[in-house]
């Protein structure tokens, strides 16, 4: 038996322990309208318990250069708890919502997107996952070198320590609080 979260439940009834994870979200189409929704979604295929800022960031090229050609994104960072597996989530919810939000994907993984939902952190754990189409690595190597990927997650669990590194979230952040290209916007509240 599950509950409305889709956690299991033991047979009086109760809850069984939950994991935790990090979801990214990002959008560079009509971000107001997508970002939002995808938090409500996940509201409802999971336990929501946080959201981050929301950071805009310039669209990037395969070489890092700023593409003019794309809007800006929203990226922020949601925690949420289930008893699914990482693949699961990932596969089974988060694929859900993103085909649900019209998500197109193509070869390019720099090209536009209405959503894009990623695990960064799954409770303390290093997993690859690897399916015929993706590989996903837990922690997302992202967290290290990306701004739009360490600032959300460091307002959630600034003192949550990197699964490899060791290095709190809020340090791993900070080499990033200055960087020109990114701007909270605090007109955004997620919920």
């Not at 979200?25 to 009509?30: A, D, Q, R, T, V």
């Not at 929501?48 to 395969?62: E, I, K, N, W």
């Not at 597996?85 to 994907?105: C, F, P």
């Amino acid at each position: 038996m599950r509950n409305q979260w889709g956690w299991k439940l033991s047979e009086s009834g109760a809850t069984l322990p939950a994991n935790q994870a990090f979801v990214l979200l990002g959008s560079n189409i009509k971000p107001e309208h997508y970002v939002p929704r995808a938090v409500q979604l996940l509201a409802k295929y999971t336990r929501l318990c946080g959201v981050s800022r929301v950071y805009q960031t310039a669209p990037r090229d395969a070489e890092g250069q700023i593409d003019a050609a794309q809007g800006y994104f929203w990226n922020a960072a949601a925690l949420v708890e289930t008893n699914l597996t990482a693949a699961d989530l990932k596969y089974n919810v988060l694929r859900l919502i993103e085909a649900e939000l019209d998500r197109v994907r193509t070869g390019d993984k720099f090209a536009p997107r209405t959503i894009d939902l990623d695990i960064a952190l799954f409770n303390t754990e290093v997993l690859v996952l690897e399916t015929v189409d993706c590989k996903l690595n837990i922690p997302d190597p992202d967290i290290l070198i990306r701004a739009h990927v360490a600032l959300p997650l460091a307002d959630l669990a600034p003192d949550m320590q990197h699964p490899i590194s060791g290095e709190r979230l809020a340090d791993i952040a900070a080499a990033f609080s200055d960087q020109p290209d990114i701007l909270v916007r605090d007109d955004v509240i997620l919920s």
